[in-house]
């Protein structure tokens, strides 16, 4: 079959939809080319599997604004506890002690949020005038709220595949209902949030000066008063001095948080500069959360995944019009046209797409990794496109690390968003950085093979890398190919690209 005889098929399960439902139902485009046959025989040999409409279950990879709409879906679960033996009994998670125990530490955290009642918090003044100051003065600092009458938060600590995203959607998605303030982030996307709250009030402060982290913990205890954050660390010496300050007057406020990280907070922002001020910071954490080791010995990332065709190598003619085909059935609809050269606005700057609907973008490796680009631009890429084309994606060595390390925060952006990933390469995807795609085991060298072991990989699928050396860099290049990995599956290809 001509691939341009598919369009009928693409065009009609949109059009039985009205147009503002465009950019919810534009992911549906694609399972009209699955059903009719499109053949992807290449690398990884599986097809590009048929999403479906699936009932709202909570699951693994479930994020918050991917449950579908309230017609199709049934009654949810009242309590993390009830979810989880719900998705054990449909067999989406396996029955596994270790893990129910930590379940019954939300339902723990679930119950007391039945019953409390965060303080009643005032509006910060809106501007420098000498009435607004007055104002402020008469606020006085800050409530300390008694610890004894607040729930206790949660910080959940284990290494990759230890199901930290799993228990963040549990919790998140059954939180009672009375709950109506709340928040779930990347940690990454909050400290961003974070220091443009506080530049803005420090502008808002003017030359007489004060303290900006104290109108700034107010407005974000006033949006929300439970906090979930996903991927907690501290690598940057700014972030660790906002958080001391930060941290103690959200929780002066009431502000009850779960917390995930792979690391114990013992170990964050560890051999830092000046981490010794970072240290009351740790001791609140230890004293106000429950701190727990998610290690059980169990990767749920090692379960099995059939991988789904959305990564392309070498960079061929063939590769190049089966990514093109694809590309051309995401973005059909004549409603949603594709745009060329769309422009984005960061913090004041301009970054170009070079081809893109609402929905979907094309990128060129050179457009997203060649030029300076931030963690912040990775982050508002992935949050307006659900599904992103990456192509000619070259094998990377020293002389390229700077992209390298760009590509990194890119994946762990399209991690994080849920983002739907295609890419053509110059060698498969995982061997990217590799020195030789061919490395023999006893070429990696023993501290880089724990971490690969940690994270599920081996050597003969990611090889050897001499690029990076410091524990942060050879943890984030070995946690980006296990990213990548999962971001492959047939489990991600029928959940990602949802916004």
């Known amino acids: 079959m001509r691939f341009s005889s598919l369009r009928p098929h693409v065009t009609a399960s949109l059009q039985r939809r009205p147009s503002s439902a465009l950019v919810r139902h534009h992911r549906a485009a694609l399972p009209g080319v699955a059903r009719v046959g499109v053949s992807l025989k290449h690398r990884h040999n599986s097809s590009l599997s048929v999403q479906?409409?699936?009932?709202?279950?909570?699951?693994?990879?479930?994020?918050?604004?991917?449950?579908?709409?309230?017609?199709?879906?049934?009654?949810?679960?009242?309590?993390?506890?009830?979810?989880?033996?719900?998705?054990?009994?449909?067999?989406?998670?396996?029955?596994?002690?270790?893990?129910?125990?930590?379940?019954?530490?939300?339902?723990?955290?679930h119950n007391d949020l039945l019953h409390y009642e965060p303080p009643s918090i005032s509006h910060t003044p809106a501007s420098n005038s000498l009435l607004s100051r007055l104002f402020a003065r008469q606020l006085g600092a800050s409530p300390v709220v008694p610890p004894e009458n607040v729930p206790k938060g949660l910080y959940l600590y284990g290494d990759v595949g230890t199901g930290k995203t799993m228990l963040m959607d549990l919790f998140y998605n059954t939180l009672p209902p009375r709950v109506k303030r709340k928040r779930r982030v990347h940690f990454h996307a909050f400290m961003i949030d974070v220091h443009k709250r506080v530049h803005a009030m420090k502008a808002n402060l003017g030359s007489r000066g004060g303290d900006p982290?104290?109108?700034?913990?107010?407005?974000?205890?006033?949006?929300?008063?439970?906090?979930?954050?996903?991927?907690?660390?501290?690598?940057?010496?700014?972030?660790?001095?906002?958080?001391?300050?930060?941290?103690?007057?959200?929780?002066?406020?009431?502000?009850?948080?779960?917390?995930?990280?792979?690391?114990?907070?013992?170990?964050?922002?560890?051999?830092?500069?000046?981490?010794q001020?970072?240290?009351?910071?740790?001791?609140?954490?230890?004293?106000?959360?429950?701190?727990?080791?998610?290690?059980?010995?169990?990767?749920?990332?090692?379960?099995?995944?059939?991988?789904?065709?959305?990564?392309?190598?070498?960079?061929?003619?063939?590769?190049?019009a089966e990514l093109d085909k694809i590309f051309e059935a995401f973005t059909s609809h004549s409603d949603?046209?594709?745009?060329?050269?769309?422009?984005?606005?960061?913090?004041?700057?301009?970054?170009?797409?070079?081809?893109?609907?609402?929905?979907?973008?094309?990128f060129g490796f050179l457009d997203l990794c060649g030029k300076p680009m931030s963690a912040a631009d990775y982050i508002e890429i992935t949050k307006q496109f659900g599904t992103i084309f990456v192509t000619d994606v070259p094998k990377m060595g020293l002389g390229q690390k700077d992209m390298a390390r760009r590509f990194i925060t890119f994946i762990d952006a399209c991690y994080e968003s849920k983002t739907k990933l295609f890419v053509s390469s110059e060698v498969p995807i995982y061997q990217i950085f590799s020195d030789d795609p061919n490395a023999k085991s006893n070429e990696i060298s023993d501290h880089m093979r724990s971490v690969m072991d940690d994270l599920g990989l081996s050597s003969e699928m990611v090889g050897s890398s001499s690029m990076f050396t410091g524990d942060e860099e050879l943890f984030a290049f070995a946690r980006c190919c296990s990213r990548l990995v999962q971001m492959g599956s047939k489990e991600w290809a029928e959940t990602a690209g949802a916004r």
């Open 52 to 109: 479906r409409e699936r009932e709202f279950s909570g699951g693994r990879v479930l994020h918050a604004r991917d449950a579908p709409s309230s017609s199709t879906v049934q009654e949810t679960p009242q309590s993390p506890l009830q979810q989880y033996h719900r998705l054990v009994e449909s067999g989406t998670l396996k029955a596994d002690p270790h893990q129910e125990r930590i379940i019954q530490k939300l339902q723990r955290l």
């Open 336 to 362: 949603d046209p594709v745009v060329r050269n769309r422009k984005l606005h960061v913090w004041g700057r301009e970054i170009i797409v070079p081809e893109s609907t609402t929905t979907v973008a094309k």
């Open 213 to 275: 982290i104290e109108p700034v913990a107010r407005e974000l205890a006033q949006d929300a008063y439970v906090l979930c954050f996903d991927e907690f660390q501290v690598t940057d010496i700014a972030d660790a001095m906002i958080l001391r300050q930060l941290f103690e007057k959200l929780l002066n406020y009431g502000v009850v948080s779960v917390i995930t990280s792979n690391r114990h907070p013992d170990d964050l922002y560890k051999n830092g500069i000046q981490r």
């Open 277 to 320: 001020s970072f240290i009351p910071c740790i001791e609140l954490l230890k004293e106000r959360f429950e701190v727990t080791d998610l290690d059980s010995g169990t990767d749920y990332r090692r379960v099995p995944r059939t991988l789904s065709h959305v990564y392309y190598d070498p960079l061929t003619p063939e590769n190049k």
